[in-house]
């Protein structure tokens, strides 16, 4: 019985898991949730997940959630392409630099962030944009600089992704991370760095096809 992964086709998280069950080789059924229209409220959803967010990933009898710690989970369980290095130090830097979006700037433009700053703050559509737009702004420059410096810097003489030769959970945060960006009018044309990985990475067919675009539902922003 296949894997089945609960995910939207604008859920930057559940993107992260797409390209990463791709990578690792498992194919795995698609269970679209609506998170526009609050299929993650339900109960049938709750019961997987009390957060309400995706992505979750039923494996048999197991349930799992948060994308990161699903990646790793898939990195430890299965063979085939290591999506974190071996070695401790930069497997560290691979988990530095995912956090910067799936931790610092992701987390403050999900759905029910923009139904608060709706509903209770009273921000119309383009102050939401604009807040949204602000995080991802500041990811996006926070990736680029820390592409420059020493420690990631060496690893851009050994290949095209962020951690050099090999792709990893990294460039798995990086390649929605600049699409949300634009998603909220975020001109990212200054990010050269980020751009060169993202072009080498969507050359990749496990990368590829886990784009939004081929996911049921998926809406081709304006």
Not at 153 to 162: D, I
Not at 174 to 194: E, M, W
């Amino acid at each position: 019985m296949k894997p089945v992964l609960f995910s939207f086709w604008r859920s930057l998280a559940a993107w992260r898991v797409r390209m990463a069950l791709n990578l690792k080789n498992i194919e795995f059924d698609l269970s679209v949730v609506n998170l526009l229209e609050g299929d993650q409220f339900k109960d049938s959803f709750t019961h997987q997940n009390p957060e309400h967010s995706v992505p979750v990933l039923q494996m048999g009898e197991d349930t799992f959630a948060q994308s990161l710690a699903i990646i790793e989970y898939l990195n430890e369980a299965y063979d085939g392409k290591s999506l974190l290095p071996v070695d401790i130090k930069s497997r560290y830097l691979c988990r530095r630099f995912s956090l910067v979006s799936a931790a610092d700037s992701h987390p403050v433009i999900v759905p029910r962030v923009r139904r608060l700053l709706a509903g209770e703050f009273g921000f119309n559509e383009a102050q939401v944009n604009e807040f949204c737009g602000y995080f991802m702004r500041r990811g996006c420059e926070a990736m680029e600089k820390l592409l420059s410096q020493t420690e990631y810097h060496s690893f851009s003489e050994t290949g095209p992704y962020v951690l050099g030769s090999d792709v990893s959970m990294a460039d798995l945060c990086l390649i929605p991370h600049i699409q949300g960006a634009r998603n909220f009018g975020v001109d990212v044309s200054t990010y050269k760095k980020l751009l060169a990985i993202e072009e080498a990475l969507f050359k990749l067919p496990e990368i590829e096809k886990a784009h939004p675009k081929y996911h049921p539902g998926f809406v081709k922003p304006e």
